[in-house]
DNA sequence: ACTCGACTTTAGACAATGTCTAATATCAGA
DNA sequence: TCTGATATTAGACATTGTCTAAAGTCGAGT
């Protein structure tokens, strides 16, 4: 079971064990995103830290982003285009987005373990699996 | 087994028999997209459209695009951020995505049916399946 | 063939999202 | 405290997709 960040210590500490400078502004964006509890696209996040008393610029906040990503230390799902959600959750799991409303919620994979999925080319190294459910409370339109 | 395209007047004749206007535009996009036999951004088809004969504006070939996605003749595939590629096959199949090259790969479902996924709640409906495995050929750059 | 109304296409403006650059600021180690 | 490496910043830039208003095309009914 992974860690929630309840704390900006926190999220200092898992930074330095994971040798990643924690200055205060990728503390800040480490925590508000796990505190938000919610998947937050980058602008969201840029404009949630500012009306507080922090103040981050928009290009840090990607930059941090991008960096968090690339340690694992965020997840990031593409839901439409252009729109890039990012997700303090980074067991593996899946994401289930309704298209009507814009949610989107965690699915556990527990019935679809990522080594079930369809193999892969033996020079190829899996490094991630994607898998997003649309959903809908109506029939599409064209049947 | 879906059909395979491999005329404008087969174009045409799908076309007509879902329902949709065959304008020369629609079945010049759709045509070329099945004839290209790759994933294909929406600037790649326009841009691949306007260097032979034909003239199509941008405006067409992003609204074709979505068109037809809406009537599921095309499909489309979020890879990166603020990019769709759109897919000739429509039968439900996953996608592997080599993340260095950016090479996208149709992959059969077989072995992971979407009944398998995980369940949905009772009020809604399934509208599609997105499964994109990303691979490498080097480890992640962060152990 | 003609006309009308509905649909389609078009060019270009616009919007949203993310990246890049050069200057400044900050940090950690000597 | 110094110094080099790293991080942050503002704003320009690039890319992708949408919107709008005008012009063009299609087809049914006459």
């Known amino acids: 079971m992974m860690k929630r960040i309840t704390s900006r210590l926190e999220a200092e500490e898992l930074l330095k064990t994971r040798g990643v400078q924690p200055t205060s502004q990728r503390v ?12 937050l696209a980058a602008e969201d996040l840029h404009e949630c830290l500012n009306e507080e008393f922090t103040r981050v610029s928009r290009a840090t906040v990607y930059n941090t982003l991008n960096l968090l990503k690339s340690y694992g230390l965020v997840g990031a799902v593409l839901v439409d285009a252009g729109r890039i959600l990012y ?3 980074t067991e593996p799991h899946y994401h289930m987005y309704d298209v009507e409303t814009g949610e989107l919620t965690d699915i556990g994979c527990g019935v679809l373990p990522p080594e079930a999925l ?3 080319p033996d020079d190829r190294l ?3 699996v994607d898998v997003i459910i649309k959903v809908s409370k109506k029939r599409s339109e064209h049947h």
């Open 87 to 89: 997700d303090a959750n």
């Open 126 to 128: 899996m490094c991630g």
């Open 118 to 120: 369809p193999g892969i």
């Open 28 to 39: 800040e964006v480490l925590y508000r995103l796990h505190a938000s509890q919610r998947h």
